[in-house]
C-alpha cells in the first residue's frame, strides 16, 4: 500500500535559523496535505498542494510540491518559538482516507 | 462552538474494560471518520462514515472496536475488554464530499487520549 515518509523525525534549530522538511510517497498523489500538531495538541490543517510543481507561501512557511507528485517539502525561514510543534505530510489513498507520516518534531532554541 | 468535537478527553481505565468515545462532526460535514495516534506516529485510519453508513474499517481494528453513527450526526467508537496495546489518541475527524483530488481537507476534534492500566 502506499507510505508517506517523513524526515528528518526531529529537528531541533536555533531561532531565526531556516529549515526543511520532506515528504516522500511510494506512489504518485493526486495532492498533498500538511498539518500542524502543536504539544499536546491535535492536527490542524495549512495547506493542500495540487499541481505537479506547485508552490504555496503562508508568510514564513513555502510548501513545496514535486514535479513527479511524488514528494513534497515545508521550509521555515526565520524559525519563531511559534513553529514549535510536529508537521506532517499526508497523501490521499482513493476517495477518502489520507496516509500520514510519522511527522517532523521541530523543537526551537531560543 | 462550530468545530469536532469529542468526549471524553481523558480515560484512564483498567485492563478488560469497555470504554466509549464520543465525536460530534461539524454539523454540515457528512463524512466521518475515526484515526488512532500513538506516540511519535502520524494519524492511523480506523473507520470511515458517509452519512450513517460505515463504509470502511481498517484491518487495524480487531472484533473488539465497534463504531457507529445513527442519524448521520454523532459518531461512538467502543472497544471491548480493553488490552495495554490500545491505549492511544483516538482522534475524530469530518469532512464533506466534493474535495480535490480524492480527499477533502480533515478537521480533527481534540481527540480522546485513552491510557490502559
Not at chain 1, 498523489?29 to 504539544?39: E, H, V
Not at chain 1, 519563531?80 to 476517495?95: E, K, L, N, R, S
Not at chain 2, 454540515?28 to 502520524?42: F, K, M, V
Request: aromatic share 10%.
Amino acid at each position: 500500500g502506499q507510505q508517506v515518509m517523513q524526515i528528518p523525525q526531529y529537528q531541533h534549530v536555533q531561532e531565526g535559523e531556516d529549515f526543511t522538511t520532506y515528504c516522500n510517497s511510494s506512489t504518485t498523489l493526486s495532492n498533498i496535505q500538511w498539518y500542524k500538531q502543536r504539544p499536546g495538541g491535535h492536527p490542524v490543517f495549512l495547506i493542500q498542494l495540487v499541481k505537479s510543481g506547485e508552490v504555496k507561501k503562508q508568510k514564513r512557511l513555502t510548501f513545496q510540491f514535486g514535479e513527479a507528485k511524488k514528494n513534497s517539502s515545508l521550509h521555515i525561514t526565520a524559525t519563531q518559538t511559534t513553529d514549535v510543534g510536529t508537521y506532517f505530510c499526508a497523501g490521499p489513498v482513493g476517495d477518502y482516507k489520507l496516509s500520514f507520516g510519522a511527522g517532523t518534531t521541530v523543537t526551537v532554541r531560543a | 462552538d462550530t468545530g469536532v468535537s469529542q468526549d471524553p478527553r481523558h480515560k484512564i481505565t483498567k485492563r478488560g474494560q469497555n470504554v466509549t468515545f464520543r465525536c460530534d462532526p461539524i454539523s454540515e460535514h457528512n463524512r466521518l471518520y475515526w484515526y488512532r495516534q500513538t506516540l511519535g506516529q502520524g494519524p492511523e485510519f480506523l473507520t470511515y462514515f458517509q452519512n450513517e453508513a460505515q463504509l470502511e474499517k481498517s484491518r487495524l481494528l480487531s472484533d473488539r472496536f465497534s463504531a457507529e453513527r445513527p442519524k448521520g450526526s454523532f459518531s461512538t467508537l467502543e472497544i471491548q475488554r480493553t488490552e495495554q496495546g490500545d491505549s492511544a489518541m483516538y482522534l475524530c475527524a469530518s469532512d464533506r464530499t466534493g474535495g480535490v483530488g480524492g480527499a477533502n481537507v480533515l478537521t480533527f476534534g481534540a481527540g480522546s487520549r485513552l491510557t490502559v492500566l
